[in-house]
């Protein structure tokens, strides 16, 4: 799904200008493998949320996606999150975009943490809440690319 979203934007922005952010290592390499090989994608910085401190994107995809490892008997708990869990990394993540966001995740699974809960909250409420099976506003235009 990230790859799509990232292969759909590029269309409308420079590569360069987006990055897509991850709290775990190993996704960040198997997210570079599957998204630098998409046409056009060369360029999208891809890397985690710890590193990108200091540094902003125009979009920014953050890929909270998890195993089932750590839950309990399937089901979402608030000490499941691990990393997820730091809201200082939460709040790094989530100001990174310049113009937008977009958040890759189980809503069940981040809503059992308080702070993940009310930016879900906040987004719901300004009307960018996104089902999975619904494909987030894209820009209608090409963007600069300064």
Not at 75 to 94: I, Q, Y
Not at 96 to 123: D, P
Not at 132 to 145: A, G, I, K, Y
Request: glycine content about 8%; charged content about 15%; proline content about 3%.
């Amino acid at each position: 799904r990230c790859a799509e979203l990232v292969s759909a934007l590029v269309r409308y922005v420079a590569s360069r200008n987006i990055a897509v952010l991850s709290w775990y290592n190993a996704q960040v390499s198997e997210l570079k493998k599957c998204i630098h090989a998409l046409p056009g994608c060369e360029q999208v910085h891809i890397g985690s949320v710890v590193t990108a401190q200091g540094s902003e994107w125009d979009y920014v995809l953050l890929s909270t996606v998890r195993s089932g490892q750590g839950l309990s008997h399937g089901l979402p708990s608030a000490a499941s999150l691990g990393c997820l869990a730091d809201r200082h990394l939460l709040n790094v993540a989530v100001t990174r975009g310049r113009l937008g966001i977009a958040v890759l995740g189980a809503t069940a699974v981040l809503r059992t943490n308080r702070h993940w809960a009310s930016f879900l909250e906040h987004c719901e409420e300004e009307g960018g809440f996104v089902e999975e099976h619904e494909l987030p506003l894209l820009p209608t235009t090409t963007l600069p690319t300064g």
